[in-house]
Every structure is written in structure tokens, then in C-alpha cells.
């Protein structure tokens, strides 16, 4: 379903910036029911990285080639079917939902774009069923208007359930659950991999070292635009061998480390 070859994307001088080599000789590989966590810090280019593979950054050199298709060869005419076989979930659910839209309607929108006004009630439906699994089934939530009345959280999730509407064949997730709690952050990882066993790959964008393995059984590490280790998440954690995954592991919380007994319990 994607496979990238080499791919550097440079961004120009600004007057805000210096000229910005974002990716640097990139390559992976991505079947069908296969996940990749994108692992790194920010600035590390893991959102540059969703946004071409999307075809709204273009390579500088390198290729990205999306269900067979090389996107630096496709017209204009062509892209937005191969568009459509992909989900994307932004990393701003504030700023990537309809404002004006109800929660209903935003999830909905895709579907009416692609299938027609003609086929609404089928959209609702399934935009109902998604909200429901999401947990945001409620009329009241799903008549309100997205800038009104809806947590970062639940954004977040209204987000998800767009990307989802149209059966994707490849979901581009960039920090899709950073507005969770650990509940809901697990069950939306239960409902992406259901997906997966289904045929769908995923790309899942992330700094939380925990959650890429979760997300996925293979990982990609992210310094500064360079893929530095490659292989499987639990042996990142394990067994980390660049030195920036190993102050990545170094970071993470030791649920064995001594903790200080509170004065209160202490007696002092």
C-alpha cells in the first residue's frame, strides 16, 4: 500500500526561518493489516511525513509511491481517488473540524463528498455507529456544534471517526490519541486494530515510546529528519541501540524506582 524510497523534503528560507531539511532519506514499507508507529520528538519530521504521504508536501527527492501509484507522476485529475482511500487523523482537532458543522454532520461530510447527497441516510448511519463506538453516541453531543460545546478530547475523537467514515484502506494517524486518558486512549487503540485485522495499515504518529508499541508491532525512530533505529517496538524498550532511543527509554517513568513515603505516612 506505500512504499517510500529515499525521500528528503527540504523546505526554502523564510523570513521567519533558515532553509529546514525536515526528512533525509526516508524509506519504508507498508502492507495491507500492517501498522508502523512513527517514533520521535517534535521537529522530529513525523508530521511532514503524514503530509506527503497525503500528497500536500512534495518530495524533494526520494519517492512516495501510494497503492502503486509514484505521487510525484499523478495528475491532478487522479489524486483525489487515491485520496480517498486514505484516513487521516491531524494532530489539531481545533483547527481541522468544520466549526459551523454539528458532530453528526462533521463526520458526515466525507461520505456526502464522495457518495452523494443521495446516499445520506446510509451516511448517517454509519456516522451514528462510529460516534457510538467512539463513545459520543449521545444525541445531545451528536446535534451540538463542534466549536460549542466539545472537549479537546472529544474533538479528537470526531476527528478519528472522520478519517474512519469512508473504510480507509490506509489511516495516516498524527498523535491521535494525546487528548486521552488511558481508558479511552485503549479503546481507541482496540477499535484502529480491529481494523487492521480487517486489512487496513496504519501509519500511527507518536512520541510516547508505551503507546508505539501498542499501536503497533514495528516502530521507526525519528532524530532531526533521519530514520535511526528500525525494528520491533518491544525491543526499543528492551534493548535500545541509538543513542537518542536509548534517552528516549531513559525518559520513560520507572514504575520500579523508590518513590519518597509522603511526610503524612511517614509520621515526620
Known sequence: ??????????????????????LERLSLRLAAGESLSIIGESGSGKTTLIRCVSAHVPPTFGTVSLFGADLSKVSDGELPALRRRCGVVPQDPYGSL?????????????????????????GERKARELLDELGIG?????????RLSLSGGQ??????????????ELLLCDEPTSMQDASTRGDILRILQRRQEAGMAMLFVTHDLFLARKAARRGLVLYRGEAVEEGFCRDFLAAPKHPYTQALVAALPKLTSPETTPASESGA
Open 98 to 122: 468544520p466549526p459551523s458543522l454539528t458532530v453528526l454532520e462533521a463526520v458526515m461530510e466525507p461520505w456526502l463528498l464522495v457518495k452523494g447527497r443521495g446516499d445520506r441516510q446510509a
Open 138 to 146: 449521545r444525541e445531545e453531543i451528536l446535534s451540538s456544534r463542534v
Open 1 to 22: 500500500m506505500l512504499d517510500i524510497r529515499e525521500l528528503t523534503i527540504d523546505f526554502p528560507p523564510s523570513r521567519k526561518r533558515k532553509a529546514v531539511r525536515a
Open 155 to 168: 474533538r479528537q475523537r470526531v476527528a478519528i471517526a472522520r478519517a474512519l467514515v469512508l473504510d480507509p
